[in-house]
């Protein structure tokens, strides 16, 4: 499976480089405005799938009560819990791994993405030069985006990814118990320390991200409300009654 994955990430990467390399040479953005450039393209072409993703958690949460039910109805039979939410989720047309679909489809982007700017975009801005690199890969406050940052310009970052992580979170349509929607506040924290080894530039394609998630949620909010969803008990009312047994015909 792994070797299998490797040579689309290369291929991916090499197509990250040439799409960063246009947007600086040719559309002549810094490097840093590239790879935000590159961000929006890339969640933009994720629009069809994310927004599928964003109606099916939005139909899950409208449907919290009568999950909730089941999981009450079955607490002390986990196996036929399962069972009853899986049936539920078929009646009711739902994938609840559906949230999950565009964060694996940015992993490869994300792991390709960090091996340009550890080799081939380092080439394109420094040269052969070591780190650090100089003023061709500084943006703004950055001083190298090929090289994981540090002191204050390493903080600034991390308070921008744990700030925009926790918005992006926060507006999302959560369809899960308050224990699950706990862990996931508190995951921007267990990232940190993976931020301060990460190249710089990787750390402003993920803040951009979560900009762009935070703006996507809001829009979808104001096109795509809450569907309504009946309670428990109208979803039983509106369910026909069960067929009445057969009579067994008399033996002579």
Known sequence: MIV??????????????????????NVGLSWGTAIIAVTVATRALLVPLTFRSLKSLTRMRALQPQLKEIQEKYKNDKQRMQQEMMRFYQENKINPFSSCIPLIAQAPIFIALYTVLRSDLRVDICGQAAHP????????????????????????LVILFVATQLGS????????D???????LVLPAVLVPLIFRLPAGLVLYWITTNIWTI??????QRILPTPDAPTPEEARAAKPPPPPPKKRKKRR
């Open 169 to 176: 979170m926060l507006v999302m349509p959560m369809s899960v």
């Open 133 to 156: 690199c100089g003023s061709a890969a500084s943006w703004f406050f950055i001083p190298d985006l090929t090289d994981k940052a540090s002191g204050t310009v390493a903080i600034a």
């Open 215 to 220: 703006g996507q949620q809001y829009t979808v």
């Open 178 to 184: 308050k224990s699950q929607r706990a862990i996931m």
């Open 4 to 25: 299998a994955i490797i040579p689309v990430i290369k291929q991916l990467a090499e197509a990250l480089d040439a799409v960063l390399t246009f947007f600086h040479n």
